[in-house]
Nanobody
Framework: EVQLVESGGGLVQAGESLRLSCTAS????????MAWYRRDLGNECELVSS???????FVASSMKGRFTISQDNAKNTRYLQMNSLKPEDTAVYYC????????????????????????WGQGTKVTVSS
């Protein structure tokens, strides 16, 4: 069974840091693309960062310079290092994975609609106070 488990969320003050982890079971992360999404208090979903199986990475412009995605294949885990957190970073953060880049999936949760990732975790909440 494919499973993604996020951890590392919490309550921090503006300017502080958190590191989120996403650990996979049921498949090898190094054979999959992976992404971090977040859903804010208004239930808007946003792609935060991604890392492809060939190592290419992407970070959304509003988070570039503050967020870094990384991997540890030995632990089958992906990380999102978040520095200089702002109150607007408050959201539930989800990790997602896909084995194929040629497909899309219809999901009702956590990001309703047609999404480019097949597998999703349960999310970890990040709250940044001002």
């Amino acid at each position: 069974e494919v499973q993604l488990v996020e951890s590392g969320g919490g309550l921090v003050q503006a300017g502080e840091s958190l590191r989120l982890s996403c650990t996979a079971s049921g498949f090898r992360f190094d054979a999959f693309d992976m992404a971090w999404y977040r859903r804010d208090l208004g239930n808007e979903c946003e792609l935060v960062s991604s890392i492809e199986k060939d190592g290419r990475t992407f970070v959304a412009s509003s988070m570039k310079g503050r967020f870094t995605i990384s991997q540890d294949n030995a632990k089958n885990t992906r990380y999102l290092q978040m520095n200089s957190l702002k109150p607007e970073d408050t959201a539930v953060y989800y990790c997602a994975a896909r084995g194929s880049r040629d497909r899309s999936w219809h999901r009702a949760y956590p990001c309703p609609g047609i999404v480019p990732y097949e597998y999703w975790g349960q999310g970890t909440k990040v709250t940044v106070s001002s």
